[in-house]
C-alpha cells in the first residue's frame, strides 16, 4: 500500500540516531516517516537483510510492527529480529556483522528514561555495524523534510516472543535468540575459565546492575550461567519498559543502589552497571570509582593480558572531552592515538581502517573492533578478565595506574533541559570572546589555546564543524562546553573539566575540590550561572 503523509520538520538525528518523546513518536505516521525516509536514502535496502531490535523500552513492540510492515513493503528480503523485539545495541551490530547484513534498525533512547512519557529513538546501523555516518543522517533528515508517500504493507503482527519463521509478502521474518550469538562472541574474547575462578573465589564477589533494561538477559546468560556467578550478584536484571521509572543510566547519580553497595563496610569486590541500551558501562570497586577516561586508558595499557587483545592494538582513539588518560598510555606504548567528536560513529571509519583497536567516551562508554558500537558487558569482562590474571583489587590496578602514568582528575557537569534560548546566548557569547581567550591568564592559569573543535576524518576526509569550544591551558588542563546532542527536552549543557597531576603525593584528593579553580575560571569565562539561571549543575560524574 502506498499511503499519503505530510513532514514533520522536526526528525534531525542527533548524536545517535533521532530521540523524541514518546507522545511525539505516537503522532500520525511520525515513525512511519522516518523508517521511509531511511529506505528512500538507501535504495539498496530493497532485496537485503536486516537486522531489526530495541531495548524494550514502551513503544518498542509497536514500533517493530510498524517497521516490519514498511520493510515488506519496500521489497527488502529478510528480517532478523531479536526475540520479544529485544537486542542490546551491540548486540545488533554483531548481528548485523555476522549475517553481513546491509544494516540494521535499533529502537532506542539508551540512557534516557522510557514509559508512556519517556523517550523513545530510532537509529539506522549501516553494514559495517556502526551508526550510520553524518553524510546519511543529513540526507535522512533532508528526505523527510519532503516525504509525502510511505509504503506499508497490512499484515497481521508478527508474534515477536517465539523463535522461529514467518512470511510477509514474501519477506522472510526470523525471530532469533537475542542473547547467544552475543555470549559467544564475549567468550571467543575473553579468558572464560580464568574469569569463572575469579568470581568463584570466596573473598571475591560482585555486583552487576542490568538497571531494569536491556543486559538483563545478557548479564543472566553471560555472568550467571556461562561465569558461574549468583544469582543475588545480578540485580535488576528483568527489563521493564520503563525501566522502573528510573533513568537507566550507569552514573553516581542513576545507579544508586548499587553505589550505596559498593561505598559501604560490606562492599562487594567488583561492581558495574550499563544503561537501557547495552552499550554503556560503569566499573567499581569496593570503595572506589573508575572514571570512564581512566578505564579506557586501563584497558590500553593491559590489553596485552586479554586473549582477544593478546597480540597487540593498532590505536586507541577517545572522544575530544574524554580526558587524556588513554594518550598517555598511548605515548608509552608508541601506540596512533586519536581525537574524534563526541558519538560513536565517528570511530566507525578509524576501526574499520584498522587505526585503532579500543576506543571510548568519558561517558561511559567503551569498546573495541569487535563490533562498532560501545559495549557494557563487553567493558565489565574486560575488567574481570584484568582482575583474573593480576589478582588485583580495582582500587590497586587503578592506583599502580597512576603510579605508571599520572593522574588525570576529570569531571562532567550537566545542566539540564535548560531553556534554549539560554544556551544560545551562552554559546554566542562564548564564541565570540573565543579569539582573544588564547594568551590570557584567568586565575593564574594561561590559556594556550582556545576554539571550537573541528574534525577531520583521515579516512575518508570529511569534516566535522562545531564540535564543542574548548579552553586548552599551558600546563595541558581542559576545559570544555557542549551541547547535549541526545536530550529531548529544552537544551542541555555539559562542562568537561580536566586537570593533569604527576605527584604521588597528590593522587588521592577529592576531584571536585581538585579541580575547583577550573570550575570557578569555567564559569567566569561562559557565565555559566548567568545564563542558565543554576547554581548548580544537574548531575556532576
Ligand atoms: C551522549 C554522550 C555521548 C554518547 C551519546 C550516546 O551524547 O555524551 O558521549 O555517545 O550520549 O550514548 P550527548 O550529545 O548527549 O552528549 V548512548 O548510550 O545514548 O547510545
Ligand atoms: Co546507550
Given at each position: ?151 506499508i504493507a497490512s499484515n497481521s503482527p508478527v508474534d515477536l516472543d517465539v523463535i522461529g519463521n514467518t512470511e510477509i509478502e514474501g519477506m522472510q521474518v526470523a525471530i532469533i535468540d537475542a542473547v547467544v550469538d552475543y555470549a559467544d562472541l564475549m567468550e571467543t574474547l575473553f579468558d572464560f575459565p580464568k574469569i569463572r575462578n575469579l568470581v568463584a573465589k570466596p573473598d ?184 583474573a590474571v593480576k589478582q588485583q583489587s580495582v582500587k590497586s590496578v587503578v592506583s599502580n595506574h597512576w603510579l605508571q602514568f599520572g593522574r588525570n582528575y576529570y569531571t562532567r557537569h550537566d545542566y539540564e533541559a535548560v531553556d534554549i534560548e539560554r544556551v544560545d546566548n551562552l554559546f554566542n557569547s562564548l564564541e565570540a570572546k573565543l579569539p582573544e581567550l588564547a594568551g ?75 579541580l575547583e579553580d577550573l570550575l570557578d575560571i569555567a564559569d567566569n569565562i561562559a557565565q555559566i550561572k548567568t545564563f542558565t539561571g543554576r547554581d548548580v549543575a544537574d548531575v556532576v560524574t
Amino acid at each position: 500500500m502506498l499511503i499519503e503523509t505530510s513532514p514533520y520538520n522536526d526528525q534531525k538525528p542527533g548524536t545517535s540516531g533521532l530521540r523524541k518523546k514518546v507522545t511525539r513518536f505516537q503522532e500520525p505516521n511520525y515513525l512511519n516517516n522516518f523508517v521511509q525516509s531511511i529506505f528512500d536514502c538507501l535504495p539498496e535496502l530493497k532485496g537485503s537483510t536486516l537486522i531489526i531490535g530495541g531495548d524494550g523500552r514502551y513503544y518498542n513492540r509497536d514500533a517493530i510492527q510498524i517497521i516490519i510492515s514498511m520493510a515488506a513493503a519496500n521489497q527488502v528480503t529478510k528480517l532478523l529480529i531479536g526475540q520479544s523485539g529485544i537486542l542490546s545495541t551491540p548486540a545488533a551490530s554483531h548481528l548485523i556483522r555476522k549475517h553481513s547484513a546491509l544494516g540494521g534498525i535499533i529502537l532506542s533512547a539508551s540512557h534516557n528514561p522510557g514509559g508512556e512519557n519517556g523517550d523513545f529513538g530510532i537509529k539506522f546501523n549501516a553494514s559495517n555495524g556502526g551508526p550510520a555516518p553524518e553524510s546519511l543522517t543529513d540526507e535522512i533528515f533532508k528526505a523527510s523534510q519532503t516525504i509525502n508517500t510511505f509504503h506499508i504493507a497490512s499484515n497481521s503482527p508478527v508474534d515477536l516472543d517465539v523463535i522461529g519463521n514467518t512470511e510477509i509478502e514474501g519477506m522472510q521474518v526470523a525471530i532469533i535468540d537475542a542473547v547467544v550469538d552475543y555470549a559467544d562472541l564475549m567468550e571467543t574474547l575473553f579468558d572464560f575459565p580464568k574469569i569463572r575462578n575469579l568470581v568463584a573465589k570466596p573473598d571475591f564477589n560482585l555486583c552487576f546492575d542490568a538497571m531494569s533494561a536491556v543486559t538483563g538477559p545478557y548479564a543472566t546468560e553471560i555472568l550467571q550461567n556461562r561465569l558461574g556467578v549468583s544469582p543475588e550478584s545480578v540485580i535488576r536484571k528483568v527489563p521493564l519498559e520503563d525501566f522502573g521509572g528510573d533513568h537507566p543510566d550507569p552514573n553516581l547519580a542513576h545507579a544508586e543502589e548499587l553505589v550505596k553497595r559498593m561505598f559501604s563496610s560490606t562492599a562487594p569486590t567488583f561492581g558495574a552497571a550499563s544503561d537501557g541500551d547495552g552499550d554503556r558501562n560503569m566499573i567499581l570497586g569496593a570503595n572506589c570509582y573508575v572514571t570512564p577516561s581512566d578505564s579506557l586508558a586501563i584497558m590500553a595499557a593491559n590489553a596485552h593480558l586479554i586473549p582477544g587483545y593478546k597480540t597487540g592494538i593498532s590505536g586507541v582513539a577517545r572522544s575530544m572531552p574524554t580526558s587524556q588518560a588513554v594518550d598517555r598510555v598511548a605515548e608509552a606504548l608508541g601506540l596512533n592515538a586519536y581525537e574524534t567528536p563526541t558519538g560513536w560513529k565517528f570511530f566507525g571509519n578509524l576501526l574499520d581502517d584498522d587505526r585503532i583497536t579500543l576506543c571510548g567516551e568519558e561517558s561511559f562508554g567503551t569498546g573495541s573492533d569487535h563490533v562498532r558500537e560501545k559495549d557494557g558487558l563487553w567493558a565489565v569482562l574486560f575488567w574481570l578478565n584484568i582482575l583474573a590474571v593480576k589478582q588485583q583489587s580495582v582500587k590497586s590496578v587503578v592506583s599502580n595506574h597512576w603510579l605508571q602514568f599520572g593522574r588525570n582528575y576529570y569531571t562532567r557537569h550537566d545542566y539540564e533541559a535548560v531553556d534554549i534560548e539560554r544556551v544560545d546566548n551562552l554559546f554566542n557569547s562564548l564564541e565570540a570572546k573565543l579569539p582573544e581567550l588564547a594568551g590570557t591568564t584567568v586565575a593564574r592559569r594561561k590559556i594556550s589555546m582556545a576554539d571550537n573543535f573541528t574534525y577531520h576524518d583521515p579516512v575518508d576526509g570529511s569534516v566535522s564543524t562545531g564540535q564543542g569550544v574548548r579552553c586548552v591551558f599551558e600546563d595541558g588542563a581542559r576545559i570544555i562546553f557542549r551541547r547535549s546532542g541526545t536530550g529531548t527536552s529544552g537544551a542541555t549543557l555539559r562542562l568537561y573539566v580536566e586537570h593533569f597531576e604527576s605527584d604521588p603525593e597528590r593522587f588521592e584528593l577529592d576531584t571536585q575540590e581538585v579541580l575547583e579553580d577550573l570550575l570557578d575560571i569555567a564559569d567566569n569565562i561562559a557565565q555559566i550561572k548567568t545564563f542558565t539561571g543554576r547554581d548548580v549543575a544537574d548531575v556532576v560524574t
